[in-house]
């Protein structure tokens, strides 16, 4: 691991995570390969390589529209006042073989998606035609282009083409694309796998009752969403108890088959910080307070050769610390684009502690229009790291540098997304 800048006991966000990076270098180094994935696996995936194209799309010349597939020049004078009666030589559904040859004077019936029979230049719609008692014929009432409601091999893409650059989150679009190709798998920088460890003797899983003096339990839920939000696959959600022996157990089972183990609270300096405890005598452990607030105690650890990134668990401490410090080396590490810093004003005055980087959760009012004012920033509550419900409410968490203590309304200031 990095040792600790010499100037500072206390180091900065910003030197903090450069710690984390280095602390999950294995992690990284993992997440920058490939590994290739079926097609319906690959949704929020970020693909590794880029995708060309290995065929022409459309793959054959085929009907954009249900009718009758004819010779351009036939019907070039038809009209309601001058209808045109073609032989029906056929007819050709998606699926099948392009039919038989359409000669002068016949049209051929067509699908949506059909192969258009050869000697057939243009698709007049069937809106566009009458059923004729003289049968097999058809009636047209509109003239056609050649070219007209066919679509031809290329149009959509050419062989060789690049249809995904690689880094490209993967959407259902993109995937749609990789299908329409023939696709059934692609490369794509794997999910880093988290096991997340909630720890607290007070709590309890969500909607069991509570005894005295406990609270329902939500850091395990966040930082589980929040992981999966940044490309992880969260391979295990485990609440354990202010136990030594609960605690290592609950280690063993979180790092059994995960690249990483995030771990939620007791990292402080109290009687019952079994985190700290049980992690800090390890080698190339760090468990000290950095200059932020909130999220002062972090620690760096590792279980069986996995890394352990443990926040504090005030639950607002515990989002806000995964925000500013884990997601940037996540997203990182999968691939995907950083979120960086947007620029608002403080809707109010704001103090703040000198030597700490305060984050205020701060909800957005969008400016009124384009190139006008900074959207504004309004601060939801105040800066208690156990106030969770408002935090509900938050859009961004607005960056107070350590070494400002008061911040007047309309000031400017950077805010992370949420």
Known sequence: MSSLPA?????????????????LATVLERAARSTHLPLS????????SQLRATVDLPLFVNSQMDGYAVRSADVAGAGPDSPVRLRVVGAVHAGQGPGPVVDDDEACKVMTGAPVPEGADCVVPVEDTMESEAEPSVVVL???SPGEFIRR???????????I??????????LAAAASLGESGLDVRPRPRVGVVATGSELVAPGRPLGPGQ??????????AALKASGCEVTKRIICGDDRTQFTAALDAASGDADLVVTAGAVSMGDAEVVRQVL?????????PIAMQPGGPQGLSTWRDTPVVCLPGNPVSALVSFVVLLRPVILEAVGREPIRPVRVRLSRDISSPAGRVQYLRAALTPAASAGAALPTADPVSGPGSHLVASMARADVLVEIPAEVTFLPAGAEVDALTL
């Open 7 to 23: 100037r500072s006991s206390r180091p900065s966000p910003a030197e903090y995570r450069e710690l984390v990076s280095a602390h």
């Open 41 to 48: 696996a690959c949704a929020d995936s970020v693909l590794a």
């Open 142 to 144: 509109a003239p056609r």
């Open 153 to 163: 091999p290329g149009d959509d893409v050419r062989a060789g083409d690049v249809v």
């Open 165 to 174: 650059d690689a880094g490209v989150r993967l959407e259902a679009r993109h």
């Open 215 to 224: 609270i329902w339990e939500s850091n395990s839920i966040t930082l589980a």
């Open 280 to 288: 800090a005598d390890r080698v190339g452990a760090r468990f000290a």
